[in-house]
């Protein structure tokens, strides 16, 4: 695979595959034209991405001539970049997004990039992410499962099959179970930093990829300390502190215990915060309330996972993404409408409060590094809302598109 973002990638990454001389692998193909017209094409085409959406994933590269040692066979190393002839992009996307679409089970989402500029005409990149839905077949009367090693693609036996259905079925019992776990351990107080209240927004993102390497093949995206400077460059906590420790890596504010940062070495995130909620007396004789603050949370929340977005592309982190947002020791929490007096923190009282303990909101999808995030996060943050009483974040207009509270 090409060690850049998809969107990226452009001549000069595809002239590097001849000047460095990099040889196919399981996550590297080459090929020199692009036969989708036949029945038995489209077979092969389908073979060839199944292969390598039901192993790590990888980029077939389309316009690329192989070298052939003297027996007239292929070596692996690319020789030449010829482009692909006679092709037009719009209607060659839709057609291999149709072909995947009708002959692929269950349905798989690729990404496809055009690098312009070579002999014959452009050069195609094919991205096929590791499936979390694993295994693909193919449909239409081949009804056969592929996978990739070092050699190649070859058809799934038997037992290599019902492997590879029960891990597909256990992965979201191991996320699920991660999940809990660390949950479980905030509301312990068992955190690298200690925070300053209970009541805990805690965001994870974690790559599915985390939990589809095997234990000897996790994949470290931050190995040295140049790496974490331009990790903490990403972030951009202008007065966090940061450490290595058992998980990977840590950021917190230096003279404050109200978040932190984890980044696992896998590229899970957890990210924990208790600013998000304030706490406040309407009066003086009254009790203290708290309340969420609405105009800082959905802020928070966007500019967390936008973060992460920009730290993927900058260590590959693999797609898709897992985004799971929870609220603890949160009953009686209510939603603050406006300021009142922003010196002292009052908050005029919304209409109702949450009446549980903890919020555990469904799992977020991001599987596109150029979707909208606050878009993708309406879900998540109607269903706060509503647990304040409201009928959804007001923070939208008709088209559905995030505005900036005031």
């Avoid at 980029?59 to 037009?88: L, P, V």
């Avoid at 208790?274 to 603050?293: A, G, M, P, Q, R």
Wanted: glycine share 4%; net charge negative.
């Amino acid at each position: 695979m090409i060690n850049c973002p998809i969107n990226e990638i452009n001549q000069t990454n595809i002239k590097t595959l001849i000047t460095d001389q990099i040889e196919e692998s399981r996550t590297l193909e080459y090929k020199e034209e692009l036969p989708i017209g036949t029945d038995n094409e489209k077979k092969e085409f389908l073979a060839d991405v199944s292969s390598f959406a039901n192993a790590l994933g990888g980029d077939i590269i389309y316009g690329i001539k192989e070298e052939r040692n003297g027996e007239r066979k292929k070596t692996g190393r690319a020789q030449d970049i010829i482009g692909i002839e006679n092709i037009t992009k719009d209607e060659t996307t839709l057609r291999i997004e149709s072909i995947i679409r009708d002959g692929l089970s269950p349905r798989l989402k690729v990404q496809i990039k055009f690098i312009e500029g070579f002999r014959k005409g452009p050069v195609m990149v094919l991205r096929i992410p590791q499936s979390l839905s694993a295994p693909h077949m193919i449909l239409k009367g081949s009804s056969k499962f592929y996978s990739r090693n070092s050699a190649g693609k070859y058809p799934l036996d038997v037992g290599e099959i019902r492997s590879s259905f029960l891990t597909s079925e256990a992965l979201p019992e191991k996320i699920k179970r991660f999940r809990e776990q660390r949950l479980a351990e905030i509301i312990a107080d068992q955190t690298p930093v200690q925070l300053n209240s209970s009541r805990r927004f805690v965001i994870h993102l974690i790559p599915i990829s985390s939990f589809l390497y095997g234990l000897n093949d996790q994949k470290i995206i931050i190995s040295s300390q140049k790496d974490m400077y331009e990790l903490k460059e990403t972030i951009k906590e202008t007065y966090s502190d940061f450490r290595y420790n058992i998980d990977g890596y840590l950021f917190y504010p230096r003279n404050n215990n109200d978040h932190y940062y984890q980044i696992y070495r896998t590229g899970i995130v957890e990210y924990v915060n208790c600013e998000l909620i304030v706490s406040t007396k309407l009066k003086e004789e009254d009790e203290i309330k708290h309340f969420i603050n609405h105009q800082y949370f959905e802020q928070e929340i966007i500019k967390i996972v936008s973060r992460y977005t920009d730290l993927m592309k900058q260590f590959n982190i693999e797609i898709p993404v897992l985004i799971m947002i929870s609220l603890l020791d949160v009953k009686g929490v209510e939603m603050s409408c406006d300021y009142i007096n922003p010196i002292r923190l009052q908050f005029r009282r919304s209409p109702g409060s949450i009446d549980r303990d903890s919020i555990i909101l469904p799992d977020i999808l991001l599987d596109d590094y150029s979707v909208n995030i606050p878009n993708i996060l309406k879900p998540a943050f109607d269903s706060i809302w509503q647990a304040c009483d409201y009928e959804c974040s007001p923070n939208y207009d008709e088209q559905s598109n995030w505005i900036c509270p005031r």
